[in-house]
């Protein structure tokens, strides 16, 4: 629901702050007819990289491997499908109505809509 910029600071922020980030995200999958795979991941830091890309580390307690994985921003920010941030940092960037405001705005344009004709 958010642009990649805006997402990567709510990670850095949150990072920031001294917490860890649980994400998840997905990717078409290959070997399941490319159909969206999914898997949950820690953020614990980051890195720079060579190129200036922000490299994320993070812990994948559901793998072979006892270190830290790294994924580039280009590769994971695309791919992520929920991250669990602070509500400070969630909420202020993100402008919620609840669905029964939405449907009363829908209906109110579609009245106007139906006068104007």
Same mark, same amino acid.
């Given at each position: 629901?958010?642009? +990649?910029?805006?997402?990567?600071? *709510?990670? @850095? !922020?949150?990072?920031? /702050?001294?917490?860890? $980030?649980?994400?998840?995200?997905?990717?078409?999958?290959?070997?399941? *007819?490319?159909?969206?795979? #999914?898997? %949950?991941?820690?953020?614990?830091?980051? =890195?720079? #990289?060579?190129?200036? %890309?922000?490299? +994320?580390?993070?812990? !994948?307690?559901?793998? *072979?491997?006892?270190?830290?994985? *790294? /994924?580039? %921003?280009?590769? @994971?920010?695309? =791919?992520?499908?929920?991250? #669990?941030?602070? !509500?400070?940092?969630?909420?202020?960037? +993100?402008?919620?109505?609840?669905?029964?405001? $939405?449907?009363?705005? !829908?209906? %109110?344009?579609?009245?106007?809509?139906?006068?104007?004709?």
């Amino acid at each position: 629901e958010k642009d +990649f910029a805006t997402i990567k600071k *709510e990670l @850095l !922020d949150t990072l920031a /702050m001294g917490h860890n $980030v649980i994400i998840g995200y997905t990717w078409p999958d290959p070997e399941n *007819e490319g159909r969206l795979a #999914g898997h %949950e991941i820690t953020i614990v830091d980051t =890195k720079q #990289g060579k190129n200036g %890309e922000t490299i +994320f580390i993070c812990q !994948d307690s559901d793998d *072979e491997f006892d270190k830290p994985i *790294e /994924m580039t %921003e280009s590769y @994971l920010l695309p =791919k992520i499908h929920h991250a #669990g941030l602070p !509500d400070e940092i969630a909420s202020r960037d +993100f402008d919620f109505k609840d669905s029964w405001e $939405v449907r009363i705005e !829908d209906f %109110e344009n579609y009245q106007n809509t139906k006068q104007n004709k």
